[in-house]
């Protein structure tokens, strides 16, 4: 046999894929030890000081300088962290956080802010067995089976974008929504599946006159969001409630309803809009922000979408699965998805704003 004949085209995609494969379980174990270092607040302790010891660290954060050593070598192999004298005895050896990763690891407030994606990440594993049970049976996963770490991610993840831009670019894109807002008598405002409740927050404070009623079925996630509007000085314009949008109480009460990132999730997304279009009030508008997906399905994907891919496999999809007849949207709900969803709730109009935005795309319905 001729050494050529080991290059075939199976023999090379196979070599591909190992080192595809390899590549990912890498990836994917830096994300966990980034999860370690988020909960147990290590990064936190390392922006306390130009650099640190595995002892120091230990010390600020109490926990076992074993661990504290291996963690910090195996975050500096990673290229995560850097040492200022790599040759020193491992007691000895000094780590610090390189310029510009604080922002990554630490500031919550930055939309560049991504140890949420690594929570997020580890916020699949606790439904594993449940999402293998459900692939062989057709049924759906619960949202509280996947736990707070799903939630607080989320939530996390999202912040830095609904106080930056809420209320800044996103409502101001509808001038006539945006002048509403701002108005008198006070405009009311929906926030349907408002999870921890950061953008009910945000608008209100963007919007001095709004009020605002967050509401969700998840009771963890309204606990959390009640926790956060104590001490706000909002608590006079917003309200957070564990309840069905679809109670009789809110019809006809809103002059915008804003469900973000949460209409792919929905086991039955008709039945959800149509109950948004009877909670408006005359001329009231619904928005709605969820992925930027492509406007069909390619082989060669950009890696935002595969990302939502892996997001839909392990939780969108199973928790969009759950009950008769579930619609099992799935991360990866495309724009014609959406239009035909709010068609058949009876929306007149389904509008793609001119939003730029790397992983959302918005819609404002019209009834």
């Known amino acids: 046999?001729?050494?050529?004949?080991?290059?075939?085209?199976?023999?090379?995609?196979?070599?591909?894929?190992?080192?595809?494969?390899?590549?990912?379980?890498?990836?994917?174990?830096?994300?966990?030890?980034?999860?370690?270092?988020?909960?147990?607040?290590?990064?936190?302790?390392?922006?306390?000081?130009?650099?640190?010891?595995?002892?120091?660290?230990?010390?600020?954060?109490?926990?076992?300088?074993?661990?504290?050593?291996?963690?910090?070598?195996?975050?500096?192999v990673s290229r995560i962290l850097e040492t200022e004298n790599p040759h020193a005895t491992d007691g000895r050896r000094r780590y610090c956080l390189p310029q510009g990763s604080a922002e990554v690891l630490v500031d919550e407030s930055s939309p560049d802010f991504m140890a949420a994606l690594a929570q997020a990440v580890v916020g699949c594993t606790p439904a594993l067995q449940a999402v293998l049970d459900a692939f062989r049976t057709g049924d759906g996963v619960s949202y509280g089976t996947y736990g707070r770490d799903a939630s607080e991610s989320q939530a996390r993840g999202t912040r830095p974008l609904y106080e930056k831009l809420l209320t800044t670019q996103w409502l101001p894109s509808v001038p006539a929504l945006h002048a509403r807002l701002q108005a008198d008598p006070p405009a009311r405002v929906a926030d349907v599946a408002c999870g921890w409740g950061h953008s009910s927050l945000a608008i209100a404070r963007g919007y001095p006159k709004v009020l605002v009623d967050g509401v969700d079925l998840d009771e963890p996630s309204i606990v959390a969001a009640r926790e956060m509007l104590a001490g706000s000085g909002l608590?006079?314009?917003?309200?957070?409630?564990?309840?069905?949008?679809?109670?009789?109480?809110?019809?006809?009460?809103?002059?915008?309803?804003?469900?973000?990132?949460?209409?792919?999730?929905?086991?039955?997304?008709?039945?959800?809009?149509?109950?948004?279009?009877?909670?408006?009030?005359?001329?009231?508008?619904?928005?709605?922000?969820?992925?930027?997906?492509?406007?069909?399905?390619?082989?060669?994907?950009?890696?935002?979408?595969?990302?939502?891919?892996?997001?839909?496999?392990?939780?969108?999809?199973?928790?969009?699965?759950?009950?008769?007849?579930?619609?099992?949207?799935?991360?990866?709900?495309?724009?014609?998805?959406?239009?035909?969803?709010?068609?058949?709730?009876?929306?007149?109009?389904?509008?793609?704003?001119?939003?730029?935005?790397?992983?959302?795309?918005?819609?404002?319905?019209?009834?």
């Open 235 to 367: 608590e006079d314009r917003v309200v957070f409630h564990h309840r069905d949008a679809a109670d009789a109480e809110l019809s006809g009460r809103y002059d915008l309803v804003m469900v973000f990132e949460a209409i792919h999730d929905m086991p039955y997304p008709v039945d959800v809009l149509r109950t948004l279009r009877g909670m408006l009030a005359n001329d009231g508008l619904v928005f709605v922000a969820d992925e930027r997906t492509a406007e069909r399905f390619s082989q060669d994907a950009e890696e935002t979408e595969r990302l939502q891919y892996g997001f839909s496999v392990l939780h969108c999809l199973p928790v969009g699965m759950l009950g008769d007849g579930a619609a099992g949207t799935g991360t990866v709900m495309r724009p014609d998805t959406l239009r035909r969803y709010a068609t058949a709730a009876g929306f007149a109009a389904c509008e793609i704003l001119p939003i730029e935005d790397r992983f959302w795309r918005f819609y404002l319905l019209t009834p």
């Open 1 to 76: 046999m001729s050494e050529t004949a080991h290059f075939t085209p199976a023999a090379s995609r196979r070599d591909e894929l190992v080192d595809q494969l390899f590549a990912s379980a890498v990836g994917a174990l830096d994300l966990l030890c980034v999860y370690v270092g988020d909960r147990l607040g290590l990064y936190r302790a390392l922006t306390a000081r130009p650099s640190m010891n595995s002892a120091e660290l230990a010390a600020a954060t109490g926990i076992h300088e074993r661990y504290a050593r291996e963690w910090l070598e195996q975050q500096t």
